[in-house]
Nanobody, 123 residues
Framework: QVQLVESGGGAVQPGGSLRLSCAAS????????MSWYRQAPGKERALVAWLTTDGGSTNYADSVKGRCTISRDNRWNTVYLQMNNLLPEGTAWYYC????????????????WGQGTQVTVSS
């Protein structure tokens, strides 16, 4: 049974930092590319960052580029999202997932979603 358990969220002021973690189990973690998504209030879930199986190649949505770093530790089946200089529009629920590439190279989530971790950026 696949489990994705996100943690590390919280309330921070604009300009603050958070490090999110996602502990994965139930599948061979090291063989799956991984990604982070977020869902802001009233909006659809959106892709934030993604990386390859060995973490050697990373990509970011324009909205977070330069302020976020995605990484993974295959020894611990965990993927991370370091977020710096957080902006109020970063307020959202954050989720991780394994992914595959669909038509035209789109990133498609592999598994059912975990419970997410909530990030609130407010002064």
């Amino acid at each position: 049974q696949v489990q994705l358990v996100e943690s590390g969220g919280g309330a921070v002021q604009p300009g603050g930092s958070l490090r999110l973690s996602c502990a994965a189990s139930g599948f061979t973690f090291s063989t799956y590319p991984m990604s982070w998504y977020r869902q802001a209030p009233g909006k659809e879930r959106a892709l934030v960052a993604w990386l390859t199986t060995d973490g050697g190649s990373t990509n970011y949505a324009d909205s977070v580029k330069g302020r976020c770093t995605i990484s993974r530790d295959n020894r611990w089946n965990t993927v991370y999202l370091q977020m710096n200089n957080l902006l109020p529009e970063g307020t959202a629920w954050y989720y991780c997932n394994a992914h595959y590439q669909g038509a035209a190279g789109t990133i498609c989530p592999e598994w059912d979603w975990g419970q997410g971790t909530q990030v609130t950026v407010s002064s």
